[in-house]
């Protein structure tokens, strides 16, 4: 039973700030619920053996909204009982060990909100368009999700 | 009958293009393939990432294939390399 005044709400937001997991957990929280599963994706320092400077991330910003909002229309089909839905992607430079991307989300018991956290992350790696490139000492790249089905990188 | 349709380039294409957002005329039936030849006459350097892209045509996503755009002046058409989000 959804609580009274607690209607299911979606919380989208693209920032150049610094994400805090307090805040995104904090705006799913709802009185009937007793699970909030979090997703932290943060910048490793390296790939493939090199030394990663930094990331810097760029979107089609109102695409982005439109895309994020089908993947949270699906979580409501799959898992009805989830409550809240909150999903911030940093952009623009993101330091080494901070966060690119928060996922929280409510639901009464925690099996419902655990699989809904995987599957938001693994769609929005694979059809939300933003982009990263990696910064080395000298050169960059931009990187490709394996998710991304147009994505033909031979690895 | 042509239109203006602004072109919005992202990552990969962006760089190749050497512009992020331009406004280009082109007729206003044709197909998605067809339009990404428009686009490559422009910036030739693309034509390296034929395979590894999509359109999105008014935030939908097209592939590069025989689909038939309608197209009206105004209209948001982005170069999609492949996602990196996350």
């Known amino acids: 039973m959804n609580g009274i005044g607690d209607e299911p709400k979606d919380f989208i937001k693209l920032s150049e700030e610094k994400l805090s997991a307090d805040a995104v957990s904090a705006l799913v929280i709802s009185p009937c619920c007793g699970a909030v599963s979090l997703f932290i994706g943060t910048t490793r320092n390296n790939f493939d053996g090199r030394r990663v400077k930094q990331l810097e991330y760029e979107a089609y910003a109102p695409m982005v909204e439109v895309e994020i909002k089908k993947i949270c229309t699906n979580i409501r089909l799959k898992w009805p009982s989830v409550k809240h839905i909150a999903i911030h992607h940093r952009l623009g430079t993101v ?9 929280a989300i409510s639901s009464p018991h925690r099996a419902e909100s655990l ?3 995987q599957y938001c992350i ?16 000298e050169e960059y790249s931009w990187k490709e999700n394996k998710e ?3 994505a033909k990188t031979v690895k | 009958m042509t239109c203006e349709v602004i072109v919005l380039y992202f990552a990969r294409s962006a ?10 005329s082109v007729p206003q039936q ?11 006459k422009r910036h030739s350097r693309l ?5 590894q892209v999509v359109f999105a045509v008014r935030q939908e996503y097209v592939l590069l294939g025989d689909q038939l755009l309608v197209l009206h002046t105004g209209d948001e058409i982005a170069i999609i390399p492949p996602v990196s989000g996350g």
């Open chain 1, 95 to 103: 330091p080494i060990s901070e966060a690119s991307v928060i996922v």
């Open chain 1, 115 to 117: 699989d809904a956290v």
């Open chain 1, 122 to 137: 693994n769609t929005l790696k694979a059809t939300v368009p933003i982009w990263k490139k990696e910064v080395y000492e």
């Open chain 1, 148 to 150: 991304c089905f147009w």
């Open chain 2, 15 to 24: 760089d190749l293009a050497g512009v992020r957002t331009e406004t280009i």
């Open chain 2, 30 to 40: 044709l197909t998605s393939l067809q339009l990404w030849d428009e686009i490559v």
């Open chain 2, 47 to 51: 034509a390296a990432i034929q395979d």
